[in-house]
C-alpha cells in the first residue's frame, strides 16, 4: 500500500506563537509519513512562520479566528442553517444562547473547510491514495477534520484514520461558553479515536458519553530529553514557576504562600518565567504581601530557553497552582531535569506528581497554609530523601512523558504506523 499522507489540524502551528508543545511531536510524524500537510485554522492576516518544519511538510493555512460581535451574529444566522441534523436536541435550547453557540461554530467550521478544500486540488492527491486526518484539538479543528475527510473520501481518496487530541478547553464543558462544547455528539460519531492528553481527561469523556468510551484512549504529550539533570538544591529553598500568567493559574496566590513560608523561618526564593496580562497583579500582591524583594518574575523567556533558564536557577521544586489543567507540559520539562513538582490536584496533575514521592500534591482550594505546608515539608527532608524525589522525577519523566516513548507508541496505536519495536516497547 502506498505510504499515506497525514493531514495536521492546528490552531496556528507553526505560524505566530502558541502550541509549542507540537514541536516535540512534528520530528515523530514526519518520520514515519512521506508527507505531512500541516494545516493552521486559526492564523491572522500577517501572521508568519515562527517555528522551522522537516522537509517533508507542507504548511497551509485556512480560514481564521472565530468571529466577534456582530460578525458572530451573522455566522450564528447563516449557521442556523446549516446544523447538522443531530445538533437539534432537547438540551440545546437550555439556555436558548446554546443555539447560537452551536450555530457559530458550524458556521466558522464550514467556512475553514471551504477555504481549505479549495487548496486541496493542487495537493494533487490521486484517486485510490491514502490519507490519515489528525486533528490537534477536539473542537473547531475537529470538525474542519471531518470536513476534510469527507471530502478527501469523495475524490476517492481512502482515508485511513480521523484522529483527534483532546486537551482543556476543547474537553471540559465547565471551561467553555454556557458550560457548553458544540457538536460533541457529531465529532465522537464520525472520529475513529480520540485521545484525551490525561487519564482524567479520558474519564470525564466517557463519564459524558459513556457509549463512545471503545474509542476514547489516553495518550500522553512528551518533551525532549535534557541530558543531564539539574544540580537542585535547598539553600535557598528556591520555588521556581513556569506559566503564562492568566487567572486560571493563579499566581497571584504565590506572593501569600511565599510570605506564610517565610514567616516560619523558611529562606525561600520564588521565580516565575513567562509573562502575561497578571504580571502586574502578580507583583501587586507581592507588595502586599511584603515578599516583593524575595521574587524575581522573569517575564517571556523563548520556549527553546525555559529549560537551561530553569537549570542555572539551581531550582528547588517547581509549584503549579492552577484551578484547571491538563498535565502541563512545564511539569513534564521540570520531571525531566529531575526538579521536584508541588501542584495542585487538577485535571492530570497526579498523573505526573506521585504525592511524596517525586512531590506533593495539595487541594485544589487549597489555603496559604496548606502550599507553604507541602514547600516547607520539602524543605525539611534529609539530603538523601531530597535526592531520592529528584531521582523519582526524572524517572516518572522517562516512563511516562519522554517524546521518544510516548510519540512512536501514539503513531503505531492510533495512526497506524508500522511498529517501531525499539520505539514503542
Known amino acids: 500500500m502506498p505510504e499515506p499522507t497525514l493531514f495536521l489540524l492546528t490552531n496556528s502551528y507553526p505560524l505566530a506563537k502558541g502550541e509549542e508543545f507540537i514541536e516535540n511531536e512534528i520530528d515523530e510524524l514526519a518520520e514515519r509519513f ?9 492564523t491572522r492576516p500577517g501572521d508568519v512562520a515562527t517555528r522551522p518544519v522537516p522537509d517533508n511538510v507542507e504548511v497551509l493555512t485556512a480560514g481564521g479566528p472565530r468571529p466577534t460581535g456582530r460578525a458572530a451574529l451573522l455566522a450564528a444566522a447563516r449557521g442556523l442553517a446549516r446544523l447538522p441534523r443531530s445538533s437539534w436536541t432537547r438540551d440545546l435550547l437550555r439556555p436558548p444562547r446554546r443555539l447560537g453557540l452551536e450555530a457559530m461554530f458550524e458556521d466558522h467550521a464550514r467556512a475553514t473547510a471551504a477555504d481549505l478544500l479549495s487548496r486541496i486540488p493542487a495537493l494533487e492527491l490521486e484517486p485510490g491514495s491514502h490519507a490519515v486526518v489528525y486533528s490537534y484539538w477536539f473542537l473547531d479543528t475537529a470538525r474542519v477534520a471531518m470536513l ?28 467553555s461558553p454556557l458550560g457548553h462544547l458544540p457538536e460533541r455528539r457529531l465529532l465522537l460519531d464520525a472520529f475513529d479515536a480520540v485521545c484525551p492528553i490525561s487519564q482524567q ?34 539553600e535557598p529553598l528556591h520555588i521556581v514557576s ?39 497583579a502578580v507583583r501587586e500582591a507581592a507588595r502586599d504581601a511584603g515578599v516583593a524583594d524575595a521574587i524575581d518574575l522573569r517575564g517571556h523567556v523563548g520556549h527553546d ?55 506533593r500534591l495539595v487541594p485544589a482550594d487549597f489555603t496559604d497554609g496548606q502550599a507553604a505546608d507541602a514547600l516547607q515539608g520539602l524543605a525539611k527532608l534529609s539530603d538523601d530523601d531530597y535526592t531520592t524525589q529528584c531521582a523519582a522525577a526524572r ?19 492510533t495512526l497506524g504506523t508500522p511498529a517501531d519495536a525499539d520505539s514503542v516497547s
Not at 512521506?34 to 486559526?42: E, L
Not at 475527510?149 to 486537551?167: N, Q, Y
Not at 479520558?202 to 476514547?216: D, E, F, M, N, V
Open 34 to 42: 512521506g508527507r505531512v500537510v500541516v494545516v493552521a485554522t486559526q
Open 242 to 280: 513556569c506559566s503564562y500568567l492568566l487567572p486560571v493559574k493563579r499566581m497571584t496566590r504565590m506572593p501569600g504562600v511565599l510570605a506564610e513560608l517565610r514567616s516560619r523561618g523558611v529562606d525561600a526564593r520564588w521565580t516565575h518565567i513567562g509573562g502575561g496580562p497578571q504580571t502586574e
Open 148 to 175: 476534510l475527510a469527507a471530502d478527501l473520501r469523495a475524490r476517492g481518496v481512502v482515508v485511513d484514520k480521523l484522529v483527534s487530541r483532546a486537551h482543556g478547553y476543547d474537553l471540559y464543558p465547565e471551561r
Open 395 to 413: 524517572r516518572t519523566w522517562e516512563r511516562d512523558f519522554n517524546r521518544a516513548v510516548v510519540y512512536p507508541r501514539f503513531c503505531v496505536e
Open 201 to 234: 481527561g479520558r474519564q470525564t469523556l466517557t463519564a459524558g458519553w459513556p457509549r463512545y468510551a471503545a474509542k476514547i484512549t489516553t495518550h500522553h504529550l512528551g518533551t525532549a530529553d535534557p541530558g543531564a539533570p539539574a544540580a537542585c538544591s535547598r
Open 305 to 359: 530557553e525555559i529549560l537551561e533558564t530553569e537549570r542555572l536557577l539551581h531550582p528547588s521544586c517547581l509549584v503549579n497552582l492552577s484551578s484547571s489543567e491538563g498535565v502541563p507540559v512545564s511539569m513534564m520539562e521540570a520531571a525531566s531535569l529531575g526538579i521536584p513538582i508541588i501542584g495542585t490536584d487538577v485535571g492530570g496533575v497526579s498523573e505526573i506528581i506521585d504525592d511524596g514521592v517525586n512531590g
